[in-house]
């Protein structure tokens, strides 16, 4: 029975940045594999490289060596075959534009593409604002008017207009109140349920992460140390493992895992 091919491969990666003649290497030979369907969450220290991996697998960014490959294709190709058809991004502060209302942002992907009516792209973008838990209500106003859980989902709703398979995720609760983070986990629980997703996640945050993964991807020494579900990276004795998982909010935060395991 032939393997699934992942949905996206990481090969040998170097990841290397110049700056006043200097070479300061990020990653060296860097393996990732990533299953369809998978929830996984990318953690590190700071200045590991972990939003550059993220850039890289959308193909805005090219490793010095290595191989990237997204959904069977290069990712480098991404960008000239339509990168946001295939990966929804929600970047860290959501990144709307300013000047745009709700919809408007939701639909710019779509009206990028100059091929659809524009009553139907105004019908999938209210399709969208309402799949994230916003109410139509709330499609003209601007950004500057919204909290930030609603920026959120705003920008959620975006990076996913084109129905893409693949959902990049970069500090998806950063800057939210407790309870904001936990309705946001919701949602994004749900929609990768009901659609199916494949989700790649960058955070630091150990709620966030305990309540959404399923695995976890680990980047110290400029690769990955381990990479499986969330009870076996824990048990790693990896310095920055142990540090980061086993510390006071770590052993907090690993309650939730605990607490929504099944009885054996």
Do not use: Y
């Amino acid at each position: 029975m032939q393997t699934p091919e992942p949905v996206v491969q990481i090969e040998k990666l170097w990841s290397v940045f110049r700056n006043a003649g200097r070479a300061a290497v990020i990653h060296k030979n860097l393996d990732l594999r990533i299953e369809a369907g998978e929830l996984l969450s990318i953690v590190g220290g700071s200045g590991s490289g972990k939003t550059v991996l993220l850039r890289q697998i959308l193909g805005l960014e090219t490793p010095a060596r290595g191989k990237v490959t997204v959904l069977g294709r290069p990712a480098s190709q991404m960008g000239a075959e339509g990168a946001a058809s295939r990966v929804g991004m929600l970047f860290q502060h959501g990144a709307l534009f300013s000047a745009f209302t709700v919809l408007e942002n939701i639909a710019f992907p779509l009206r990028e593409l100059r091929t659809l009516p524009r009553d139907l792209v105004r019908d999938v973008a209210m399709v969208k604002l309402q799949m994230v838990g916003l109410d139509p209500a709330q499609a003209h106003k601007m950004p500057a008017d919204l909290s930030g859980g609603m920026v959120k989902r705003v920008a959620l709703a975006r990076a996913l207009v084109m129905d893409p398979p693949l959902l990049l995720l970069d500090e998806p609760t950063a800057g939210l109140d407790p309870d904001s983070a936990d309705a946001f986990c919701a949602l994004l629980l749900s929609l990768h349920r009901e659609l199916g997703l494949t989700v790649v996640m960058v955070t630091h945050d150990l709620d966030t992460l305990f309540e959404l993964s399923t695995s976890i991807a680990v980047v110290a020494d400029r690769r990955i140390i381990v990479n499986g579900k969330p009870a076996a990276v824990m048990a790693c004795e990896h310095p920055f493992v142990r540090e980061f998982f086993l510390g006071e909010r770590g052993q907090r935060a690993a309650a939730l895992l605990h607490k929504h395991q099944p009885a054996v």
